[in-house]
């Protein structure tokens, strides 16, 4: 929860404790009212902490990193390197209970790699890496982000030149893409204007 929300509940929270110490006043209990009003006190303090700290985007982005550090301790392993992403499809999760969910799932622990200004949590499976990176602000751009840019970058090249390969297929012939997979390959033509392409997996032996 960020800092900014947590000091407004606790403020509602001193807000109700306030008025029932104050209704308590008028009854047989009313030596409860102290314990309430003592408690709302307290809760307005620690409610104003948390929205000053909100305010400042350093303390709350490391307050978030040590609140989530804290909390999921038990499924987090630290990473000293960006894990492997390559040759995996990746999922970039939204926030950090979708991670979790994800985990529960997988039952493997989640990776994070901490620094300065951002923290990437990855959860890698077999064929998928899942993603989510706290960051200090929208700017900051982690180094698993820039590896996830660079593997979608090479992707478009590898998708790029596979693609100007099989476009002037004349006759039927065996390629083998980028993918390390062979297909058979044969052009058909509708008219000397129109002309399709046939693709079908082939194994080479």
Same mark, same amino acid.
């Given at each position: 929860m960020r800092?900014?929300n947590k000091?407004?509940?606790?403020?509602v929270?001193?807000?109700i404790?306030?008025l029932g110490g104050?209704f308590?006043?008028?009854?047989?209990?009313?030596?409860?009212?102290?314990?309430?009003?003592t408690?709302?006190?307290?809760?307005v303090?620690?409610?104003i902490?948390?929205?000053i700290?909100?305010l400042n985007?350093?303390k709350?982005?490391?307050?978030?990193?040590?609140?989530?550090l804290n909390?999921?301790?038990?499924i987090?392993?630290k990473?000293?390197?960006v894990?492997?992403?390559v040759?995996?499809?990746i999922? %970039? #999760?939204e926030d950090m209970e979708d991670m979790?969910?994800?985990?529960?799932e @997988? /039952? $493997?622990?989640i990776?994070?790699? +901490?620094?300065?200004?951002?923290c990437?949590?990855?959860l890698?499976?077999d064929?998928e890496a899942y993603v989510?990176v706290e960051k200090l602000n929208?700017?900051?751009?982690s180094p698993?982000?820039?590896?996830i840019?660079e593997?979608?970058?090479k992707?478009?090249?590898?998708d790029?030149?596979?693609?100007?390969?099989?476009k002037d297929?004349?006759?039927?012939? %065996? #390629?083998r893409?980028?993918?390390?997979?062979s297909?058979?390959v044969?052009? @058909? /033509? $509708?008219d000397?204007?129109?002309? +399709?392409?046939?693709?079908?997996?082939v194994?080479?032996?």
């Open positions: 800092e900014n000091g407004i509940l606790l403020i929270i001193a807000i404790a306030g104050y308590l006043l008028n009854t047989e209990y009313k030596g409860y009212s102290i314990l309430c009003f408690a709302a006190v307290i809760l303090g620690f409610g902490k948390f929205i700290d909100g985007p350093e709350a982005y490391q307050s978030n990193i040590k609140n989530i909390t999921f301790d038990s987090l392993v990473s000293n390197s894990p492997k992403l040759g995996r499809n999922i %970039i #999760v979790v969910d994800a985990q529960l @997988i /039952r $493997k622990p990776c994070y790699y +901490k620094q300065t200004e951002s990437s949590f990855v890698l499976d064929k989510y929208p700017d900051v751009i698993v982000e820039i590896e840019n593997i979608q970058l992707q478009k090249n590898t790029d030149i596979d693609s100007e390969m099989l297929i004349e006759k039927t012939t %065996i #390629v893409l980028s993918n390390k997979k297909y058979k044969s052009p @058909i /033509r $509708k000397h204007k129109q002309r +399709k392409t046939s693709i079908e997996d194994e080479i032996i």
